[in-house]
T-cell receptor, first 113, second 113 residues
Framework: DADVTQTPRNRITKTGKRIMLECSQTKGHDRMYWYRQDPGLGLRLIYYSFDVKDINKGEISDGYSVSRQAQAKFSLSLESAIPNQTALYFC????????????FGPGTRLTVL | TQLLEQSPQFLSIQEGENLTVYCNSSSVFSSLQWYRQEPGEGPVLLVTVVTGGEVKKLKRLTFQFGDARKDSSLHITAAQPGDTGLYLCAGGSISGSARQLTFGSGTQLTVLP
């Protein structure tokens, strides 16, 4: 079984809809991250969490929110989806230490029409 | 904002050829990581380098971290079709508790049989 799972794997939605992407991990890592990937732009950090009570904004947090429900679960919400949020979304986990190493889930392909 | 530029953006070569991809920044990083991503999957860590001038070898792949810790290169010897994928470099932030990775935009490598 995969250590980092994401649901759904694919999602098509309409402008203005609220959607939630979910991430679960069995690696026992404290740190969890949400990234989006766009062609030619690499991976950009949306939010990250170093433990259940810790939530931090990343480079591109506007239009997104997150919830760390448990050590193993980190969900990403788009309150009112817009077309330029069409992208690949990745969840990652990590252990504290130098340097950080992150383990990525398989991704969710989101299309906003 | 720390930026990492990767070159080339696209590379298509024949099986058996050698290649080098580059990752450059004007910023200093505490670590530099290389990931490979295949279609439909998340990035998978290949290597981490932490010391300026460090060289690491992973079978046919050679990774080097620049002396000033601002740049890195990935050299593949005798490329094989299985090496095809998106190669991403990522720099670890140098200070503070907010340890994050800054990703480059990636090099899409295609190795033709």
């Amino acid at each position: 079984d995969a250590d980092v799972t994401q649901t759904p794997r694919n999602r098509i939605t309409k402008t203005g809809k609220r959607i939630m992407l979910e991430c679960s991990q069995t690696k026992g890592h404290d740190r969890m991250y949400w990234y989006r990937q766009d062609p030619g732009l690499g991976l950009r950090l949306i939010y990250y969490s170093f433990d259940v009570k810790d939530i931090n904004k990343g480079e591109i947090s506007d239009g997104y929110s997150v919830s760390r429900q448990a050590q193993a679960k980190f969900s990403l919400s788009l309150e009112s989806a817009i077309p330029n949020q069409t992208a690949l979304y990745f969840c990652a986990t990590g252990l504290a230490g130098v340097p950080d190493t992150q383990y990525f889930g398989p991704g969710t392909r989101l299309t906003v029409l | 904002t720390q930026l990492l530029e990767q070159s080339p953006q696209f590379l298509s070569i024949q099986e058996g050829e050698n290649l080098t991809v580059y990752c450059n920044s004007s910023s200093v990083f505490s670590s530099l990581q290389w990931y490979r991503q295949e279609p439909g999957e998340g990035p998978v860590l290949l290597v981490t380098v932490v010391t300026g001038g460090e060289v690491k070898k992973l079978k046919r792949l050679t990774f080097q971290f620049g002396d000033a810790r601002k740049d890195s290169s990935l050299h593949i010897t005798a490329a094989q079709p299985g090496d095809t994928g998106l190669y991403l470099c990522a720099g670890g932030s140098i200070s503070g508790s907010a340890r994050q990775l800054t990703f480059g935009s990636g090099t899409q490598l295609t190795v033709l049989p």
